[in-house]
């Protein structure tokens, strides 16, 4: 992940700080924050979550979006969080692991990424499927973390499912 003109840093470690971040933002942080951070991002807005000081004294902002149009039912604070807690878990089990996480390019973009781990979780009878992409293309000034919903109809049926908690 390219950071800034002249540095670079490990997938791991970058999987690593985007994971903390989503964490103390929506599952550590108190939930009216974290909800009016949602709701914005519902809305279409990305939303800055914080600057990070790199190794080098640098600093790069980090923001987050969310992408629902693929999202099965009705989307509410609950359900997003459900979704979010189950990626943010996969994440962290899979860099404890040291596993090699998968990642998909975006052709007419190399600084668009989504990371080939998903996050699978059924709310009223509808099975959602959550992905973390991320831009970090030098024009937009900062790292995007992009929460993303997938179609669930190309997944296995045998994909993991976890109940969401109750609605919001």
């Given amino acids: 992940m390219a950071q800034n003109q002249s540095q670079t840093?490990?997938?791991?470690?970058?999987?690593?700080?985007?994971?903390?971040?989503?964490?103390?933002?929506?599952?550590?942080?108190?939930?009216?924050?974290?909800?009016n951070v949602f709701r914005?991002?519902?809305?279409?807005?990305?939303?800055?979550?914080?600057?990070?000081?790199?190794?080098?004294?640098?600093?790069?902002?980090?923001?987050?979006?969310l992408d629902h149009t693929e999202?099965?039912?009705?989307?509410?604070?609950?359900?997003?969080?459900?979704s979010l807690a189950m990626l943010v878990a996969q994440l962290s089990d899979?860099?404890?692991a040291g596993k090699d996480i998968k990642v998909f390019t975006d052709q007419g973009n190399p600084d668009n990424v989504?990371?080939?781990?998903?996050?699978?979780?059924?709310?009223?009878?509808?099975?959602?499927?959550?992905?973390?992409?991320?831009d970090s293309s030098e024009t937009r000034g900062?790292?995007?973390?992009?929460?993303?919903?997938?179609?669930p109809q190309q997944f296995a049926p045998e994909a993991e499912v976890a109940p969401a908690s109750p609605s919001s």
């Fill in 9 to 35: 840093i490990p997938r791991d470690k970058f999987l690593t700080i985007a994971v903390n971040l989503l964490y103390k933002a929506f599952l550590e942080n108190r939930r009216t924050e974290s909800k």
């Fill in 40 to 65: 914005d991002m519902a809305a279409g807005r990305s939303v800055h979550l914080t600057n990070v000081q790199m190794e080098d004294r640098s600093q790069v902002r980090f923001d987050v979006a």
């Fill in 71 to 82: 999202f099965r039912g009705k989307l509410n604070f609950g359900a997003f969080r459900a």
């Fill in 94 to 96: 899979a860099l404890r």
């Fill in 114 to 134: 989504i990371f080939g781990l998903t996050a699978a979780t059924e709310e009223d009878g509808e099975v959602n499927v959550m992905v973390l992409g991320v």
């Fill in 142 to 151: 900062s790292i995007e973390l992009r929460l993303q919903y997938l179609d």
